[in-house]
């Protein structure tokens, strides 16, 4: 089996990041930062967004797993102390996979130029560059509302944990294949009218913003922030690709979710 290894690049995860390295590659792994079956990630639930989009090319392929160094994280829930009993268990025993759904985001622009893809483990947020933001919004190809407020928020289940619980989006389990749309700070009065309340698509739903006046937009897809300029529409779906986390012990939804933001323990 082929591993790779991504750290958060700071002293106490390098030290990991490198032990673990030496003890699989003793346990006759290879060592494989281009092609790996597994990938593990040593930092918090931001090393393991970045490892996903390192190799969000091989999905298919690649099994996640996440060490924290910091906080208990939603991906990231194995601690410094227990790497031994992690690097045995991915030596010697066949590993569950379990599959979570994804986002595809496509931004299509209004000047001829090529329509942009992407995955989001997490959310994608559209927010204007410049004042409030304003958009058509389409849902199933048909005219729901147009929203005026800060911006827009479309999280796939496991990252309704994330951006979207700050926003007051529901939390939704990982083994619904659906995504969640909700609002930040939405203009509502006698002329301007949203829905106001957070709303989850089925995967056969998609959804649609499209520009009124604005034309430049900054879209995020987890970490990455990216400015799309003359665009004409962005689109929202349950994408055909999934994240697949390789689990070495139960460690359910609902108790990640009781030990991040109850008591851990
Ligand atoms: P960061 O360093 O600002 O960390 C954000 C926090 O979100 C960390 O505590 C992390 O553990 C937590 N987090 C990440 N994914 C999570 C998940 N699925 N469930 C629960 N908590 C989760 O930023 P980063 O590490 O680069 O992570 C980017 C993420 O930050 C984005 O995907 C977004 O979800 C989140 N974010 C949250 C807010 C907010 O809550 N107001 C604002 C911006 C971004």
Redesign the pocket.
């Known amino acids: 089996m082929k591993f790779a290894i991504t750290s958060k690049g700071d002293q106490k995860s390098n030290t990991l990041m490198h032990k673990m390295r030496s003890y699989l590659i003793d346990f006759q792994l290879e060592y494989d930062e281009e092609q790996p079956d597994i990938v593990i990630s040593v930092g918090?639930?931001?090393?393991?967004?970045?490892a996903f989009h390192r190799y969000r090319s091989r999905l298919d392929k690649t099994a996640f797993v996440g060490v924290h160094t910091?906080?208990l994280?939603?991906?990231?829930d194995w601690t410094p102390d227990e790497i031994e009993k992690l690097v045995i268990a991915i030596a010697k025993t066949p590993y569950q996979i379990i599959e979570y759904p994804l986002l595809e985001v496509i931004v299509r622009f209004s000047n001829g130029g090529r329509e942009k893809k992407y995955l989001?483990?997490?959310?994608s947020?559209v927010k204007s560059v410049e004042g409030t933001l304003v958009m058509d919004v389409e849902i199933k190809g048909q005219h729901f509302e147009t929203f005026r407020g800060d911006g827009l928020c479309v999280?796939t289940p496991?990252?309704?944990?994330?951006?979207?619980?700050?926003?007051g989006g529901a939390i939704l389990h990982p083994s619904i294949n659906a995504i969640q749309l909700a609002e930040m700070a939405s203009i509502n009065n006698r002329v301007f009218r949203t829905v106001g309340s957070p709303l989850i698509l089925p995967s056969h739903h998609t959804c649609m913003l499209k520009s009124v006046k604005q034309v430049d937009f900054i879209v995020?897809v987890?970490?990455l922030q990216i400015l799309h300029k003359e665009v004409k529409s962005i689109q929202f779906r349950v994408a055909d690709e999934r994240v697949r986390f390789a689990r070495f012990r139960p460690f359910p939804f609902w108790k990640r979710v009781h030990d991040?933001f109850i008591s851990e323990g």
Do not use: C, I, R, V
């Open positions: 918090g639930d931001g090393t393991l967004l970045y910091g906080h994280g939603f991906y990231a989001a483990l997490n959310e947020t999280s496991s990252g309704s944990t994330a951006y979207n619980k700050a926003l995020t987890d970490h991040s």
